[in-house]
Nanobody
Framework: QVRLVESGGGLVQPGGSLRLSCAAS????????MRWYRQALGKERELVAT????????NYADSVKGRFTISRDNAKNTLYLQMDSLKPEDTAVYYC???????????WGQGTQVTVSS
């Protein structure tokens, strides 16, 4: 059974840090480029960061560039998102994603809530 399980979310003060993890089972993430998305309440889902299957190339949304770092450990079958200098506008549910073709067949996690508030 294919599963993606996010963890590491929580409540943090502005300027703080969190590290999200996404543990995969039932498939090997080494075959996939991977993505982190987020969705704030009442807003559309936003692509936050992407990483190639080998981990050699990453891309970020302008809103998080320089503050977030996506990484992966293919041996552990796990994806990560290091989030530093967090802002209230980073508050959202964060999802990991393994893109497939067609997109309707993508693998998704259940999401983890990140709340940035004083």
């Amino acid at each position: 059974q294919v599963r993606l399980v996010e963890s590491g979310g929580g409540l943090v003060q502005p300027g703080g840090s969190l590290r999200l993890s996404c543990a995969a089972s039932g498939f090997r993430i080494s075959r996939f480029g991977m993505r982190w998305y987020r969705q704030a309440l009442g807003k559309e889902r936003e692509l936050v960061a992407t990483i190639t299957a080998s981990g050699t190339s990453t891309n970020y949304a302008d809103s998080v560039k320089g503050r977030f770092t996506i990484s992966r450990d293919n041996a552990k079958n796990t994806l990560y998102l290091q989030m530093d200098s967090l802002k209230p506008e980073d508050t959202a549910v964060y999802y990991c994603n393994a893109p497939r073709s067609p997109p309707a067949d993508d693998y998704w996690g259940q999401g983890t809530q990140v709340t940035v508030s004083s």
